[in-house]
């Protein structure tokens, strides 16, 4: 059984800084991309930025140069630093993996709720 666990979030002001964890843990083979989603109340799950196995990277328009997804391969985890942040940002923010275990899934953490106040 693959279980992903999120770490990280919690409540800063505007301009501050809040850096999420993910590890994925359990009958895992491999795993291609990962991905940070978020979803604020009343709106759909976005995707925030998602990095392949190779390290290549993709952004929200909305959070370039402010968040920097990176990963860890020999352990699992994705991580994502989020500078200068907005109230907009507030959501909760879920981990994301697409990865082979005994066969190939989407996998999703239970979510850590970032506050931003302004």
């Known amino acids: 059984q693959v279980r992903l666990v999120e770490s990280g979030g919690g409540l800063v002001q505007a301009g501050g800084s809040l850096r999420l964890s993910c590890v994925a843990s359990?009958?895992?083979?491999?795993?291609?991309?990962m991905g940070w989603y978020r979803q604020a109340p009343g709106k759909q799950r976005e995707l925030v930025a998602s990095?392949?196995?190779?390290?290549?990277?993709n952004y929200a328009d909305s959070v370039k140069g402010r968040f920097t997804i990176s990963r860890d391969n020999a352990k699992n985890t994705v991580y994502l630093q989020m500078n200068s942040l907005k109230p907009e940002d507030t959501a909760v923010y879920y981990c994301h993996a697409d990865l082979w275990g005994t066969g190939r899934g989407d996998y999703w953490g239970q979510g850590t709720q970032v506050t931003v106040s302004s």
């Open positions: 359990g009958s895992i083979f491999s795993i291609n991309a």
């Open positions: 990095i392949s196995s190779s390290g290549r990277t």
